[in-house]
């Protein structure tokens, strides 16, 4: 009896703690790999490394939000992903994020950033983001929101067809 109350006290103490504290591990992709991330991450799920599919995004959480772009000549409704969402579902820890394209264009980006809530954007006006228009991930910014992102330091943020982040500390 004695023993059994222990057990019974060891497993709920695990199962609480980890329940309460670390995120559920995360799945493994089914669909193409849409999204990479390495560097200073605590969830993997491949060696080192945080992979997505599309749908692994989208369950995060989709948002959205309508701006001008140095791209359009009218104000777009871009949905997607918040940044943020995403880095703390890998619990990155870091103080900026090197962000890769397809054509191996990138740039770093300050956690400071996430101030603006960029998105991963997926949809421009309704329509999926494809690989001929810089998809399938396109990182936004409210551009119309805050003067300071009216700002070539800024623009060159927008990574169209990015399919890596890797965290620095
Ligand atoms: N994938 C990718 N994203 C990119 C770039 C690029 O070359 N490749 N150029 C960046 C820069 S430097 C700027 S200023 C903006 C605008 O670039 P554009 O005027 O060539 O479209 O997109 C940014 N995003
Ligand atoms: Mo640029």
Redesign the pocket.
């Known amino acids: 009896m004695r023993g059994f109350a222990f057990l019974l006290v060891a497993i709920l103490g695990v199962a609480c703690g980890a329940g309460s504290r670390a995120a559920e591990a995360l799945p493994l992709p089914t669909g193409p790999v849409i999204l990479t991330i390495t560097g200073a991450i605590e969830q993997t799920n491949a060696p080192g490394q945080a992979r997505f599919d599309r749908a692994m995004l989208e369950a995060l959480g989709v948002t959205s939000f309508t701006t001008g772009s140095?791209?359009a000549d009218h104000p777009q409704l871009f949905e997607g992903v918040p940044l943020k969402a995403v880095l703390e579902r890998v619990g990155a820890n870091g103080t900026s994020m090197l962000a890769s394209?397809?054509?191996d264009?990138e740039?770093a980006i300050p956690f400071e950033d996430l101030k603006f809530s960029p998105l991963l954007a997926t949809k421009v006006d309704g329509r999926a983001l494809t690989l001929r228009d810089k998809g399938p991930l396109w990182m936004v910014y409210p551009r119309d929101e805050y003067d300071e992102l009216r700002d070539?330091r800024y623009?060159?943020?927008?990574?169209?067809?990015?399919n890596r982040l890797r965290i620095e500390q």
């Open positions: 140095v791209w394209a397809l054509n264009y740039i070539n623009e060159s943020r927008w990574v169209w067809q990015l």
